[in-house]
């Protein structure tokens, strides 16, 4: 099984709202990320955990909030976004070798 | 700092013609690198992926990339394209630990012609 499952596919949000993105996957990869990925425009890196620890945070605004509950788990809280942060995000997981992508979330904040 | 430069941003080819995509990395150890394809509104699919040893890998779909060192590139490349190739295409660079960055291209996007 090499799959990362992203739920909810789809998500619109208000400027007010709290929501959460999750990330699932069931391959023992000890790395996972969190990429933002606006139209026409390459995946940027905003988090990586690694071993359940926050190892990278790319000057993220605060209204993103990651979470790595366990293993096999990464969440991506979200508070007070912008319409700017409208965007596909997307997770990976990695071992030591090739990342592998979920299908990602479309976030359309309004 | 690693780094990754694609510098094609659009590139028509002819179904049936050969295809070539240019990669440029800046990495301060032997990285790891890899090609990604993104059809539209969809994930990153791994076309193919370079360790160590041979520099030809072969990937998914007929696809295969050689890497050079002294050049500091990793070329994807395609004999004939089929109008499902068409997508945007990602080269990324990687540290070898699975904590480490793993940084993106700006891509580039492929039209087919039939």
């Known amino acids: 099984d090499t799959e990362v499952t992203q739920t909810p596919k789809h998500l619109v949000m208000g400027m007010t709202n709290k929501k959460s993105l999750k990330c699932e996957q069931h391959?023992?990869?000890?790395?996972m990320y969190w990429y933002k990925q606006k139209a026409k425009k390459p995946p940027e890196l905003m988090f990586v955990?690694?071993?359940?620890?926050?190892?990278i945070n790319e000057s993220v605004p605060s209204r993103f909030s990651p979470e790595c509950p366990n293993s096999s788990l990464l969440n991506l809280h979200l508070h007070a976004l912008q319409p700017e942060d409208s965007a596909l995000y997307l997770c990976?997981?990695?071992?030591?070798?090739?990342?592998?992508f979920g299908q990602g979330t479309r976030l359309t904040v309004v | 700092a690693q780094s990754v430069t694609q510098p094609d941003i659009h590139i028509t080819v002819s179904e049936g013609a050969s295809l070539e995509l240019r990669c440029n990395y800046s990495?301060?150890?032997?990285?790891?690198l890899f090609w990604y394809v993104q059809s539209p509104g969809q994930g990153l699919q791994l076309l193919l992926k370079?360790?160590?040893?041979?520099?030809l890998v072969q990937g998914i779909k007929g696809f295969e990339a050689e890497f050079k060192r002294s050049q500091s590139s990793f070329n994807l490349r395609k004999p004939s394209v089929h109008w499902s190739d068409a997508a945007e295409y990602f080269c990324?660079?990687?540290?070898?630990?699975?904590?480490?960055?793993?940084?993106f291209g700006g891509g580039t996007r492929v039209l087919v012609k039939p």
């Open positions: 990976a997981s990695r071992r030591d070798t090739e990342a592998f």
């Open positions: 370079y360790f160590s040893g041979d520099t």
């Open positions: 955990y690694s071993y359940e620890k926050l190892s």
């Open positions: 990324a660079v990687a540290g070898r630990a699975a904590g480490n960055k793993l940084t």
């Open positions: 391959m023992g990869h000890r790395a």
């Open positions: 990495y301060g150890a032997t990285p790891y």
